[in-house]
Every structure is written in C-alpha cells, then in structure tokens.
C-alpha cells in the first residue's frame, strides 16, 4: 500500500503562483487607474490568456463546483497543452489551487493554494491541476479558455495517495 502524504494549502499570491499562472485580483500592486470620470477603478492586464494554437479562439464558461468532502483525496490532474484556462469565483467562497510544473508530471512537485472568493487563477498552458475545488458550498466559477482545433485536455489518474490537509473556512 503507498503511504499517505498530507499536503497544507498555503495562501494564493501573485508570487507564490508565478511559475503556474496569473493571480486575478484587484489590489494596490496590479496596475490599475481611474476612468469613467474616476467612478471605476481600472485593474488592467491581470491574466495572459494564451488560446492561439490550432486556430484557437477563447471561449466563456460557467462552471458549478460542488465541494467534495474532506479531506481531499488527489486522484487526478489534467493540463490544457494548447491554451489557458482562468477560474474566476463568482460568490463569497473560497476554493482550493491544486498545481504542478507544466512538462512530466511529477507528484512530488504539487503545491495547493488557498484562493479567497476575490481572488482568481489563469493556468498556464500545459500547467498541470486539479479541477477547482469548492469550498463552502456550491460555487460558480467565470471560466475562460480555449475552444478550436486539437485535443486541449491532458488527464492523468492518480492513486489518491497526496491528501488535502482538512481546511478551515
């Protein structure tokens, strides 16, 4: 029988998820300015969404997470070879950013996040993950990817031997 390895959510920030991706959020460190006669505060340019290869074009979704009880078995990852892919929460929960390095996957190598309901993930391309885990109840979740040519979702099956630590809310 494989041993058990827990593995802690540390906090979501812009430096912490930079090999994997883009941290969406709105805060004093992204670039942001006023318009619309200084009513609305602009962040500008907080994700690059990648979604060219094999006549890509982006694509808009809602996705609907159930939480899944806890502790969290990691029992697979996917990766998207030919684009991005964004998660942004639409709701006041927060969820769980389960990664690893694009290339050869190796399980040593995840690292779990604990994203805040503001705060959303763009996945580089070939940048391997978990779909999202809700946490709190039912959440919805503004996803923008990639439709067009060629199979863009890689999925591998683990033996959910990596487990989520229990997470408090």
Known sequence: MTAIKQV????????????????????????????????????????????NDNNGHTLVNIFRSTPLTQPIAIKMMERHPHGSQAFIPMGENPYLVVVAPAGEFDINKVEVFI????????????????????????????????????????????DGSMVIAQTEL
Do not use: M
Request: net charge negative.
């Open 8 to 51: 802690l959510p540390k906090p979501l920030t812009a430096e912490s998820f930079l090999a994997f991706g883009d941290v969406i959020e709105a805060t004093d460190k992204t670039n942001n300015f006023a318009i619309n006669d200084g009513f609305t505060t602009r962040y500008h340019d907080l994700a690059k969404i990648d979604v």
């Open 115 to 158: 994203a805040q309901s503001n705060q959303g993930v763009n996945y580089h391309k070939g940048t391997w993950h978990h779909f999202c885990l809700a946490l709190g109840g039912q959440s919805d979740f503004l996803v923008i990817d990639r439709g067009g040519e060629g199979d863009n979702c890689d999925v591998l099956e683990l």
